[in-house]
């Protein structure tokens, strides 16, 4: 029988399937619709995400995920299931998969998921964590007895760990990334400016005028909602410096947890991560001058990783090669 190995990254923002041969082959939005009248499903990935807010009642546009975690395992099942199915079509395999959970995944989602992989025709399922994921996607050798720090900032969460031979040696996840972010940002420009705007405003304004160190009070982006004051729609000029304030709180939490993992770490791992510097991935990692936020913060040098949005699919699939070094934070799922 012939074998496609896949890797599925399931995250808040986004789901990317990859396969050993050609890399990343699916990039969609964790994003589903449902028809209520006819109990079906109409759409999912992209263009699902087109119908968000503009969906008729009997039509319910659902993000699966939140924070991290499976809000609504009915949806993300089939969200799985039919990405799987996207990519190896009507082809009679049965794949291997190795899927990559949020952390702080419960024994019921866990259930989930890997029903959903079997349902979609898997032969093996297993499961890894996501910082492991992420730094074998950057490349990093993990297998050595050598301490490396990753913080991936991904949609829902921030996740943090030390590795060393293969394994988790601390860890931590904080609900705070880039939907944090966005409301936040939403929030500094309803209480500072009186000015409502929508999510997804926020988030352009973030990837335009976001910049975490050297942020400038020159304007250099435009946002449209509606004034509080009158009730009318409005546009108003912003800088990198309003971004900066709006975001700053939520930052220092990924701070503070990477605080708490630095101390959670044996000194001999930490003199390595002092040595080799913290590896950023995850979408939050595009951050302007996060990196250099970090550096200054922990004396550490931090460093973006190459595509940091494709590292956890990357990794995820890699892991199959190397499964039987990984220890923890990696798994064979019980079908
Ligand atoms: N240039 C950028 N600047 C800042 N943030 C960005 C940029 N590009 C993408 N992002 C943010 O990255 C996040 C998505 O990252 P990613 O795909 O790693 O998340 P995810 O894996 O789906 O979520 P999670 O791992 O939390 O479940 C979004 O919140 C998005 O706003
Ligand atoms: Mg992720």
Redesign the pocket.
């Known amino acids: 029988m012939s074998v496609l190995d896949i890797g599925i990254?399931?995250?808040?923002?986004?789901?990317?399937i990859s396969t050993g041969r050609d890399g990343a082959v699916l990039n969609e939005p964790?994003v589903i619709a449902f028809d209520k009248n006819s109990e079906r499903v109409i759409a999912f990935g992209e263009e699902a995400y087109k119908m968000i807010g503009r969906a008729p009642d009997h039509i319910a546009v659902i993000k699966p995920?939140k924070d991290?975690v499976i809000s609504n395992n009915d949806m993300a099942q089939e969200l799985i299931r039919l990405c799987i199915l996207k990519v190896i079509g009507k082809r009679l395999i049965n794949p291997r998969i190795v899927m990559c959970v949020?952390s702080g995944i419960t024994a019921v989602e866990r259930k989930a998921v890997v029903e959903s992989a079997v349902s979609a025709g898997a032969r093996t399922v297993y499961l890894i964590e996501?910082p492991v994921a992420a730094l074998l996607g950057a490349g990093e050798d993990i297998m050595r007895p050598f301490g490396r720090m990753v913080i991936?900032?991904?949609?829902?969460?921030?996740?943090i760990a030390v590795t060393s031979l293969g394994g988790i040696v601390a860890a931590n996840s904080v609900k705070k990334?880039?939907?944090a972010?966005?409301a936040s940002i939403q929030r500094y420009f309803a209480e500072n400016k009186k000015i409502l705007i929508g999510e997804r405003t926020a988030?352009e304004a973030?990837?335009k005028c976001?910049n975490l160190f050297w942020a400038s009070m020159e304007k250099s982006g435009v946002i449209s909602g509606r004034s509080l004051v009158t009730g009318l729609p409005e546009k108003l000029e912003i800088s990198e410096d309003d971004i900066c304030r709006a975001i700053t709180e939520d930052v220092d939490s990924i701070i503070a947890a990477v605080r708490t993992v630095f101390e959670q770490t044996p000194p001999e791992l930490v003199g390595d991560i002092y040595e080799h510097g913290i590896v950023l991935?995850?979408?939050?990692a595009?951050?302007?001058g996060l990196d250099m936020y970090i550096t200054r913060e922990f004396g550490v040098k931090c460093h973006v990783a190459e595509d940091?949005?494709g590292c956890?699919a990357r990794g995820t699939h890699l892991a199959f090669k190397v499964r039987d070094r990984l220890r923890n934070g990696f798994e064979k799922a019980a079908i």
Do not use: H, M, Y
């Open positions: 990254d399931l995250g808040t923002a986004n789901i990317i964790t995920l991290g949020p996501e991936d900032i991904g949609g829902g969460t921030s996740d990334a880039g939907n972010f966005n988030e973030k990837i976001g991935t995850g979408g939050g595009l951050l302007r940091p949005l956890v």
